[in-house]
């Protein structure tokens, strides 16, 4: 339950007032049935319109240009480094405004799913079994860049490689 006061700038309530008011909503909420009682909760989405194909290849190049930045676990600015989830979001917010999720988990439900026969640049690519644990961003000609947790910097490389051809792949489209 939501209360909402209406108050005037002018005069504010006086402390007794204002402390039976919070009480009178706080016991509203106690009686409240219990969440679990209300059924699931609607997952929280937010809708990004689909980006142009012009944003698509500035993620890309802004992305390449990051090759060489140290990794850093939790990093997420060129100055600090990055890991591979803070890449991503870095990249994405500083090029087509959009806030993804901050973890690779969280980023499977990011955008829409895209068969691998359909990838373009600025694609995000995920890896993993059942849930993924590692993200990168599409830059075009089978490569990717992202911030492996080893070998120290961002890269680029191949999904046609020999570790990462044998990785399960998901592809989404933000």
């Known amino acids: 339950m939501r209360l909402v006061l209406p108050l005037r700038i002018a005069t504010l ?24 009682s ?32 140290p990794y850093r676990y939790g990093g997420n600015t060129p100055d600090s480094g990055f890991d ?22 969280q980023l499977s439900g990011f955008g829409e ?20 644990t590692h993200a990168g961003i599409y830059v075009g000609e089978g490569r990717f860049v992202h911030a492996p947790s080893t070998g120290g910097t961002v890269r680029l490389d191949q999904l046609a490689g020999v570790y990462w051809s044998k990785q399960p792949l998901e592809v989404r489209r933000p």
């Not at 591979?84 to 988990?105: D, E, F, K, M, N």
């Not at 799913?113 to 995000?124: A, Q, S, W």
């Open 38 to 69: 209300r059924g699931p909760a609607a997952p929280r989405t937010t809708y990004y319109p689909p980006l142009t194909p012009s944003q698509s290849d500035d993620i890309a190049i802004h992305a390449l240009g990051l090759v060489g930045t």
């Open 84 to 105: 591979c989830s803070g890449l991503i979001g870095y990249v994405y917010r500083s090029r087509a405004g959009l806030a993804p999720p901050r973890t690779v988990a």
């Open 113 to 132: 799913p895209v068969g691998i026969d359909e990838i373009r640049t600025g694609d995000l690519v995920l890896f993993g079994r059942g849930r993924p």
């Open 13 to 36: 309530p006086s402390a007794p007032l204002l402390a039976a008011l919070l009480c009178g909503a706080l016991l509203a909420g106690c009686a409240s049935p219990p969440t679990g």
